[in-house]
């Protein structure tokens, strides 16, 4: 389970911000990829609290809503489709944690970063692999960009039904790509995600 060592070391070397920070949706092939940053207490017990990708989507909802009641600062942004096939995807995942990290209430003096990636980042940062299942602050992050983007999933579907993202999440099932054999792509899909409609 994730705790605060990592938040408690940074601490002692004189950080007083720490923020956590993850993204949500950088293998679909629709949406834009969200990323989150997230301050929390030093020590804040959130039962439950652990990698987005292990809880269930009624658990991610719950927890979501305490962290934005007890988190010091949080934001979430984004990387549009057209940025992820302007920029590629990992430059735009970067782009939205920059966006994350710089639109915090309370500006953090370091971030820890989900991954092993983290370009042009404002503050000082260190990368975490599997962050969100080591770092409080990251898992936090984790779930707020999760719900975040399960959540524009939902209203994609209301506005183009016939793909189905309200059940796949824009990832590329078989029913995701016989859509989009039958309808071609709608103007959220991720032109560069889809060269596959060419073979």
Same mark, same amino acid.
């Given at each position: 389970?994730?705790?605060?060592?990592?938040?408690?070391?940074?601490?002692?070397? +004189?950080?007083?911000?720490?923020? +956590?920070?993850?993204?949500?949706?950088?293998?679909?092939?629709?949406?834009?990829?969200?990323?989150?940053? @997230?301050?929390?207490?030093?020590?804040?017990?959130?039962?439950?609290?652990?990698?987005?990708?292990?809880?269930?989507?009624?658990?991610?909802?719950?927890?979501?809503?305490?962290?934005?009641?007890?988190?010091?600062?949080?934001?979430?942004?984004?990387?549009?489709?057209?940025?992820?096939?302007?920029?590629?995807?990992?430059?735009?995942?970067?782009?939205?944690?920059?966006?994350?990290?710089?639109?915090?209430?309370?500006?953090?003096?370091?971030?820890?970063?989900?991954?092993? @990636?983290?370009?042009?980042?404002?503050?000082?940062?260190?990368?975490?692999?599997?962050?969100?299942?080591?770092?409080?602050?990251?898992?936090?992050?984790?779930?707020?960009?999760?719900?975040?983007?399960?959540?524009?999933?939902?209203?994609?579907?209301?506005?183009?039904?016939?793909? +189905?993202?309200?059940?796949?999440?824009?990832? +590329?099932?078989?029913?995701?790509?016989?859509?989009?054999?039958?309808?071609?792509? @709608?103007?959220?899909?991720?032109?560069?995600?889809?060269?596959?409609?060419?073979?």
């Amino acid at each position: 389970m994730p705790d605060y060592h990592l938040e408690k070391e940074l601490a002692l070397r +004189g950080y007083s911000y720490i923020c +956590g920070v993850d993204e949500a949706g950088r293998g679909p092939l629709s949406g834009p990829v969200v990323a989150a940053a @997230c301050i929390l207490p030093i020590d804040l017990d959130i039962p439950m609290l652990n990698d987005s990708k292990k809880l269930t989507p009624k658990r991610r909802e719950l927890l979501y809503d305490e962290i934005l009641d007890k988190a010091i600062a949080y934001s979430i942004a984004e990387a549009s489709s057209e940025e992820i096939d302007s920029l590629n995807i990992l430059n735009a995942t970067m782009l939205a944690m920059r966006r994350a990290i710089e639109g915090l209430s309370l500006a953090a003096d370091f971030a820890l970063i989900d991954g092993n @990636c983290a370009r042009d980042i404002p503050i000082p940062c260190q990368t975490v692999i599997s962050g969100d299942a080591i770092s409080a602050s990251i898992s936090a992050a984790s779930i707020l960009a999760k719900v975040t983007r399960d959540r524009l999933c939902l209203l994609d579907d209301e506005r183009y039904p016939e793909y +189905g993202f309200a059940k796949h999440k824009g990832y +590329g099932t078989k029913a995701h790509m016989d859509a989009l054999r039958q309808n071609g792509p @709608c103007p959220i899909h991720r032109r560069s995600f889809l060269k596959f409609l060419d073979s």
